[in-house]
């Protein structure tokens, strides 16, 4: 069974640019989330989608991050313009469900802005 | 400066003995767990699960142990290997809510 597939995998911008993240989680999966892990810390929670509709996004910073999922599968989050406090991995997880569920991890997009 | 959050608690062990990593957890509600392995450069990969109504559980050289009483949850890995050398999570939920993931223990397998 395939994984999580994320793209890209690196990115390096430079502040007040752009750039967007995709994710196609494990077929079958109705929950998808997106994580932002900064380096020495747990995977925080920015996002959750059930199908193509949005769950929780209480702690994404809407000023400058935005997320969609619109047919239901595949998800794009993007952000702009990026501070230099966004360099963190974005993980991409799905689950079966909306909770009681193992959530499954992609490998990240590792973003860096100079 | 000063960088916050590099200061991974951090466990040594000799390769072959056995590991226990321990997570105090937030909410006595809660009533899921997972233990998460994170090698570096890629994603937390899932290791074992637990859910409230159990005490314990194995896997493959693996046993999680929940303590209701004090929050507490541990991962034990028989045997440590050095491909067991990584950064562990231990993640709750509360039913019906997401997961909360606790700031991960570095293991680091001696040879």
């Known amino acids: 069974e395939a994984g999580v597939a994320q793209s890209p995998r690196y990115k390096i911008i430079e502040k007040r640019q752009s750039v967007a993240f995709w994710c196609n989680p494990i077929s079958g999966h109705a929950t998808l989330y997106w994580y932002q892990q900064i380096l020495g810390q747990g995977p925080k929670l920015l996002i959750q989608f059930q199908n193509n509709g949005v769950v929780d996004d209480s702690q994404l910073p809407k000023d400058r991050f935005s997320a969609e999922r619109l047919k239901g599968v595949d998800s794009t989050l993007k952000i702009q313009p990026a501070k230099l406090e966004d360099s963190a991995v974005y993980l991409c997880?799905?689950?079966?469900?909306?909770?009681?569920?193992?959530?499954?991890f992609g490998e990240g997009s590792w973003l860096t802005v100079v | 400066g000063e960088s916050v959050g590099l200061h991974l608690p951090t466990l040594s062990v000799q390769e072959g003995d056995n590991s226990i990593i321990n997570c105090a957890y937030s909410n006595s509600a809660s009533d899921y767990f997972i233990w998460y392995k994170q090698e570096s450069g890629k994603g937390p990969q899932f290791i074992i699960d637990?859910?409230?109504?159990?005490d314990k559980r194995q896997g493959q050289r693996v046993t999680v142990l929940l303590n209701k009483t004090v929050k507490h949850l541990s991962l034990q890995i028989a045997a440590t290997q050095p491909g067991d050398s990584a950064v562990y999570f231990c993640a709750e939920s509360l039913p019906g809510q997401n997961f909360v993931f606790g700031p991960g223990t570095r293991l680091s397998v001696l040879p």
């Open positions: 997880a799905s689950s079966l469900a909306l909770s009681g569920n193992t959530i499954y």
């Open positions: 637990i859910r409230s109504n159990m």
